[in-house]
């Protein structure tokens, strides 16, 4: 039987919110440079904690959910 039965279980097994750059890059499979363009350009949203900058989880998901599902 696993350590942790339920995502949510305890802190550190929490479905996470919103990422940093690096994180969020990573969570979609794209650099962060081209995570970067991809908030210029206005595709994906920014918000700030203090001046942290993070990206919403359901931002990601709404990005990718808008994204081609074949190539054109």
């Known amino acids: 039987m696993p350590h942790h039965p339920q995502a949510d279980c305890c ?3 929490a479905t ?3 990422y940093t750059y690096p994180e969020a890059a990573a ?5 962060v ?3 970067q ?4 350009r206005g595709d994906i949203a920014v918000k700030y904690i203090g001046s942290k ?3 919403q ?3 990601l998901d709404a990005w990718l959910d808008a994204l ?3 190539l054109g």
């Open 16 to 18: 996470k919110l919103a």
């Open 68 to 70: 081609p599902s074949e």
């Open 53 to 55: 900058p993070v990206i």
């Open 33 to 35: 440079r081209t995570l």
């Open 37 to 40: 363009r991809l908030v210029e």
């Open 27 to 31: 969570a979609v499979g794209v650099s």
């Open 11 to 13: 802190p550190c097994h």
């Open 57 to 59: 989880a359901k931002e």
